[in-house]
């Protein structure tokens, strides 16, 4: 999936000592990972928690245990229960692939009735993202102003977006390298339990948002007997691995900026974009064919279609985009579109790191079709009918034709050994759609699904809506989940995370972005 782009939590590398447990210093003299370096963190909201900070050499190459070595990086916010109370650590991913996850420690502060406080909370940065060594960066331009419009519609458009894909999948070659090789799930499962092994534990839980949702169901499937609770939040379909998942994508996010289409329809009044749906949704793509002849500067139709697109992932963003939007619209002023394309579209080194990671999973993680006559006959074919993502979302993969390094097998996904898990995700979520956790389900038989019914909110848990929040905490604290049903549905359904009310106050950022503001990412 393709998240917004912004800054990732700023968070300092640390080295002092920490004691060492027997199981890592046996885990150590076995030939496993050394323990984990920790000392206070001492940047941001990590420093504000009195979180540690560390890192945690691994193999580069699996297949060569003692061959060269990269590092993870790790935070940790310790259990502040007694010791008896405690249940162990609990690994967060905030998706992605490409999301840097260090700075999500402090999530178990977010959990109701203190339940997140029996828990060690572990962030981590994965293989080449954030402060992991390497990180893996090719051009932190790429993604910036005076782009060609998204959707081909000359043959000089396509022509720009091939050399522009092309050429970005070469830059990432040189940069690269080796590690281009193993940057498949796969490899970052392995390094989940390498983590494991180092926090000296027989087991562990894992929080999982959006692409973190299939870390943890391959986690599961290979390692079933050292879960301890799960907690998977905009669920993964792992038989959709990852061209057709794209594809998926692109009718949902459709269906999902319609449903924003709708309430800026709703409040007319304040915004003056069109009294019905069908007015919005002409008067957007009007836009774009108008910016594709004439920017607004540095706003043209891809540009505007980026700005849309926070939207279709969150409703936390609506009155924003609609208050700039109309802006443009009523008063030809582009600033505040420029402003929110700016603050989710970071041009500087190393800004691309989590669309680079994106790339470098996904283009690995499954075989992508070679001829560019199936990529254009798909596409084609979906943007007749879901105009609105489609060819942002092509161009956005096409640098999978030309990665240097190979693709592989998806990984099988089987939880028929895993313990009782909880899946959650909203029955309009573009990103992960609802048909993945219905199929997670069938795959995990002691799981239980929770849906935010209507809701078109991607990942939004720990938000502050008490039905879902609860339940968490309930699962958390004790194992407790709700009745699994016999059909082919949701197990517990929930109210959605509210839509806004213009004019009131503004909304707060999901807790995924105010943690993490994730990169780009389509899972």
């Known amino acids: 999936m393709r998240r917004i782009w912004a800054a990732a939590t700023a968070v300092a590398l640390c080295t002092a000592g920490a004691a060492v447990t027997a199981a890592q210093a046996g885990a150590a003299a076995r030939g496993g990972p050394a323990p984990i370096t920790w000392a206070a963190c001492s940047e941001g909201s990590l420093k504000a928690q009195g979180a540690e900070c560390g890192y945690l050499a691994v193999p580069l190459d699996y297949a060569k245990p003692d061959g060269a070595k990269i590092e993870i990086a790790l935070s940790r916010v310790k259990s502040t229960v007694a010791a008896d109370k405690r249940q162990g650590p609990i690994l967060i991913n905030p998706g992605g692939p490409g999301g840097a996850g260090r700075g999500m420690a402090v999530l178990g502060q977010h959990v109701p009735k203190q339940a997140g406080a029996a828990y060690d909370w572990i962030g981590f940065d994965p293989r080449g993202v954030g402060a992991s060594k390497p990180k893996l960066t090719c051009d932190g331009k790429y993604t910036g102003y ?8 000359t043959p000089e458009i396509d022509k720009a977006w091939h050399a522009r894909t092309t050429a970005y999948a070469a830059a990432c070659a040189k940069a690269g390298g080796a590690l281009l090789d193993h940057m498949r799930t796969e490899d970052t499962v392995r390094d989940i339990d390498r983590i494991r092994e180092a926090l000296g534990v027989e087991k562990i839980s894992f929080y999982g948002f959006s692409y973190g949702s299939y870390l943890g169901q391959i986690y599961a499937t290979r390692n079933p007997e050292r879960v301890h609770r799960m907690v998977l939040d905009g669920v993964v379909d792992p038989t959709r691995v990852w061209y057709r998942s794209n594809l998926d994508q692109d009718i949902a996010f459709d269906k999902a900026i319609k449903v924003y289409f709708a309430w800026i329809a709703k409040y007319d009044s304040v915004y003056h974009l069109g009294r019905t749906a069908a007015d919005v949704e002409r008067l957007y793509y009007r836009q774009l064919d108008e910016l ?4 607004a500067g540095e706003i043209g139709p891809a540009e505007l279609t980026d700005v849309f697109l ?8 609506w009155e924003e985009t609609a208050r700039a939007f109309s802006a443009w619209v009523n008063d030809k002023d582009p600033a505040q579109l420029k402003r929110i394309f700016d603050e989710n579209h970071e041009q500087t080194e190393g800004a691309d790191n989590g669309y680079a990671v994106y790339l470098a999973v996904q283009c690995t993680d499954a075989p992508w079709p070679v001829s560019w006559k199936k990529w254009a006959r798909d596409n084609w074919r979906v943007h007749r009918k879901a105009p609105f993502e489609t060819w942002g979302n092509a161009w956005y993969n096409a640098p999978c034709r030309h990665w240097a390094a190979d693709p592989g097998i ?4 089987d939880g028929s050994k895993a313990p009782p898990i909880l899946l959650i995700n909203e029955t309009l979520d573009a990103a992960t759609p609802y048909s993945g956790a219905l199929e997670t389900r069938r795959r995990f038989p002691r799981s239980v699904l929770l849906e935010g019914i209507g809701g078109t909110t991607h990942a939004g848990s720990l938000f502050g809506n008490a039905c879902v929040d609860n339940t968490i905490a309930d699962y958390l604290a004790n194992g407790t989940l709700p009745g699994r049903v016999k059909a082919d549905r949701s197990d517990k359904q929930c109210e959605p995370i509210a839509k806004p009310t213009p004019l009131s106050a503004p909304a707060k950022r ?3 972005e105010r943690l993490l503001l994730v990169p780009p990412a389509r899972s």
């Open 410 to 413: 998806p990984a099988e996904v």
């Open 146 to 153: 005076n782009r060609p419009p998204y959707v081909p519609s």
């Open 310 to 317: 926070q939207p279709g992932y969150y409703v936390f963003g």
């Open 292 to 295: 594709a002849k004439k920017p």
């Open 510 to 512: 999901s807790l995924n």
